[in-house]
């Protein structure tokens, strides 16, 4: 039985570690991506070309961030925690939907 179910939840996607790198990957291209995550305006980021310099610098986020909801938090709507943030509220504004939100997350986690 604890085989059928494996077999079931690799089928399904649910225990792939292609899915998880995948998930990063797409992250990353949306972190990057000018007219969507659009990071880089603000922040530097390993691997991303013309990085500003508004926001800090995103790296060691694993550590700065054990929490991984609190990222997602801030993402969705840093404004909840800090009304004069000038980071845009990415989810509250629907700029990122949930699952892209996430990936970015995915992929901030691996900074």
Known sequence: MPVLFLLLAIAA???????A??????????AFDRGKGNCLTCHVIKGG?????????????????PDRNELVAIIFDETKRNPQTMMPP?????????Q????????????
């Not at 996607?13 to 899915?19: D, E, H, K, V, Y």
């Not at 790198?21 to 949306?30: C, M, N, W, Y």
């Not at 990936?103 to 900074?111: S, Y």
């Open 13 to 19: 996607g649910l225990a792939s570690p292609a899915r």
């Open 49 to 65: 070309d013309l990085p500003g310099t508004i926001g800090p610098e995103l790296k060691d986020i694993k550590s700065k961030y």
């Open 21 to 30: 790198q995948s998930a990063v990957t797409d992250g990353q291209k949306l």
């Open 100 to 111: 892209e939100i996430s990936a970015i997350v995915d992929f901030l986690q691996t900074l």
């Open 90 to 98: 990415f989810g509250r504004n629907r700029i990122l939907t949930e």
